[in-house]
T-cell receptor, first 113, second 113 residues
Framework: DTEVTQTPKHLVMGMTNKKSLKCEQHMGHRAMYWYKQKAKKPPELMFVYSYEKLSINESVPSRFSPECPNSSLLNLHLHALQPEDSALYLC????????????FGPGTRLTVL | KQEVTQIPAALSVPEGENLVLNCSFTDSAIYNLQWFRQDPGKGLTSLLLIQSSQREQTSGRLNASLDKSSGRSTLYIAASQPGDSATYLCAVTSDNYGQNFVFGPGTRLSVLP
């Protein structure tokens, strides 16, 4: 099973809302990633968790708060977002170390009004 | 800082042609290189992972080569089909754990029937 699932598929929220994105994998991977992708642009790395610990934070604003409650789950908590945060949010997972082939989920399309 | 470029930005070919997509990176000290395809509005599908010690990888009609010293990788697609139409992205990692993936801007491929 090489599937990464993400919920919800679509999310519309106001600038004062609090919402969460969820990602799950059952491949036994111990590295999990959040990416942001704007239209016609490549994915940009936001956060990496390695063995459930935050290992990379690419200077992401604090209105995005990641959480890795266990080795299969990754959450992204959203609060006080701006319209420019509207994008496709992608989750991925991989083994730690070689081979670190990344597997991506289908993404959550986020619209901030 | 690692920078990744891809040429061409877009490509339109008739069905059955063999084609080559190019990926270049500025820092040759990479951990791995991975090729993906992305259909509009969808997540990324892994095509091939080339570890830094390897020169090429093959999967079906796809062949990817890696020349670390020149900072280049090519993806060769044989006998192209309309179903191959998608955006193709390469990504490299240069950190010690192979987790900080940097993506190229992608090549948008259209295969015409």
């Amino acid at each position: 099973d090489t599937e990464v699932t993400q919920t919800p598929k679509h999310l519309v929220m106001g600038m004062t809302n609090k919402k969460s994105l969820k990602c799950e994998q059952h491949m036994g991977h111990r590295a999990m990633y959040w990416y942001k992708q704007k239209a016609k642009k490549p994915p940009e790395l936001m956060f990496v968790y390695s063995y459930e610990k935050l290992s990379i934070n690419e200077s992401v604003p604090s209105r995005f708060s990641p959480e890795c409650p266990n080795s299969s789950l990754l959450n992204l908590h959203l609060h006080a977002l701006q319209p420019e945060d509207s994008a496709l949010y992608l989750c991925a997972s991989s083994q730690v170390g070689n081979p670190n082939e990344q597997f991506f989920g289908p993404g959550t399309r986020l619209t901030v009004l | 800082k690692q920078e990744v470029t891809q040429i061409p930005a877009a490509l339109s070919v008739p069905e059955g042609e063999n084609l080559v997509l190019n990926c270049s990176f500025t820092d040759s000290a990479i951990y791995n290189l991975q090729w993906f395809r992305q259909d509009p509005g969808k997540g990324l599908t892994s095509l091939l992972l080339i570890q830094s010690s390897q020169r090429e990888q093959t999967s079906g009609r796809l062949n990817a080569s890696l020349d670390k010293s020149s900072g280049r990788s090519t993806l060769y697609i044989a006998a192209s089909q309309p179903g191959d139409s998608a955006t193709y992205l390469c990504a490299v990692t240069s950190d010690n754990y192979g987790q900080n993936f940097v993506f190229g801007p992608g090549t948008r491929l259209s295969v015409l029937p």
